[in-house]
């Protein structure tokens, strides 16, 4: 019976053993997955620091974006709806008010520039005949100097 109870601490000795080198490896192993974590955190911290000096407008439209989802993801209350529906309609009426304003003086300017649809048709009819002008200007005068060079030569020869 001893030497089954030497055999029996002796085998309990190696499975303690290796439950404490699993424990450490396994404490070693979470020890660098936290640093590991930790530096990556801190490297996204800096790079999001960076991108927001970097692009402060694109930060601010995506937060507003980000704010206007989650806005309409979000259920008003009866309350809400109370107190916000008619700031609602008066400001809706204000936007479509200012949009409208907008277009008429836009639309005024570029007539009062010359910028209208027709214009811009004209132009582009006048420009496009400038180009067929210039390139047959260009094709006679090439087909000129081909035929003057032509007759230079043949009197040449006909000297020699």
């Known amino acids: 019976?001893?030497?089954?109870?030497?055999?029996?601490?002796?085998?309990?000795?190696?499975?303690?053993?290796?439950?404490?080198?699993?424990?450490?490896?396994?404490r070693?192993?979470?020890?660098?997955?936290?640093?590991?974590?930790?530096d990556k955190a801190a490297?996204?911290?800096?790079?999001?620091?960076?991108?927001?000096?970097?692009n402060p407008l694109g930060i601010l439209v995506g937060g507003l974006a980000v704010g206007a989802i989650a806005g309409a993801l979000i259920p008003r209350s009866t309350r809400e709806k109370e107190?916000?529906?008619?700031?609602?309609?008066?400001l809706g009426e204000t936007v479509r008010q200012a949009t409208q304003a907008a277009r008429e003086t836009g639309m005024r300017e570029l007539?009062?520039?010359?910028?209208?649809?027709?214009?811009?048709?004209?132009r582009a009819k006048s420009l496009l005949d400038d180009v067929v002008?210039?390139?047959?200007?260009?094709?006679?005068?090439?087909?000129?100097?081909?035929?003057?060079?032509t007759q230079s030569e043949t009197n040449e020869a006909s000297i020699v």
């Open 83 to 90: 107190l916000l529906a008619p700031l609602g309609k008066k």
């Open 111 to 122: 007539e009062e520039a010359g910028l209208t649809k027709h214009a811009a048709k004209d």
């Open 28 to 38: 070693e192993s979470a020890s660098h997955a936290y640093h590991d974590a930790k």
């Open 133 to 149: 002008k210039v390139a047959s200007n260009a094709g006679s005068a090439a087909a000129k100097a081909a035929t003057n060079k």
């Open 1 to 26: 019976m001893t030497t089954e109870t030497n055999h029996t601490a002796l085998d309990g000795d190696q499975q303690n053993g290796r439950l404490r080198e699993t424990l450490s490896h396994g």
């Open 43 to 54: 490297e996204v911290a800096h790079k999001t620091a960076r991108t927001m000096e970097a």
